[in-house]
């Protein structure tokens, strides 16, 4: 199976999945009506959880492109699932700094890292 299968198949249970659960968190109360964690507004909360999840799996596909090696990316991995935006901050921080002076920081969208030795 191809990479580009890999990724349609992943993104397509993504939105599929997302949909599902939002049109059924949908039924069990307006989104306007969300209190939080209590009582039957939970399932809003849950929603926006996975949706937050998925958003951080998504920056872990980038994440491995840009890292060749397996350790790498099953550090980052923990990191972003650990810790979200900050270790995904730190990432592109990471890459902004890696850059060569001048080059324009649209380079860290498609270079890739060193192969691991």
């Known amino acids: 199976m191809t990479n580009r299968a890999l990724l ?3 993104f397509a249970a993504i939105l599929l999945s997302l949909l599902a659960y939002t049109v059924w968190a949908s039924n069990q109360q307006p989104v306007w009506q969300w209190q939080g964690w209590r009582g039957p507004d ?3 909360t849950i929603a926006t959880l996975i949706d937050a999840y998925y958003g951080f799996l998504t920056f872990f596909v980038w994440v491995c492109f840009k890292e060749r090696g397996w350790l790498s990316r099953v550090l980052w991995f923990v990191a972003i699932m650990a810790l979200g935006n900050m270790a995904m901050a ?3 921080l990471w890459q902004l700094q890696k850059l060569p002076p ?3 920081a649209s380079d860290i969208l498609t270079s ?3 192969p691991a030795r």
């Open 102 to 104: 001048g080059a324009p």
């Open 90 to 92: 730190s990432y592109v």
């Open 112 to 114: 890739r890292s060193e």
């Open 8 to 10: 349609q198949i992943l």
């Open 42 to 44: 939970r399932h809003w």
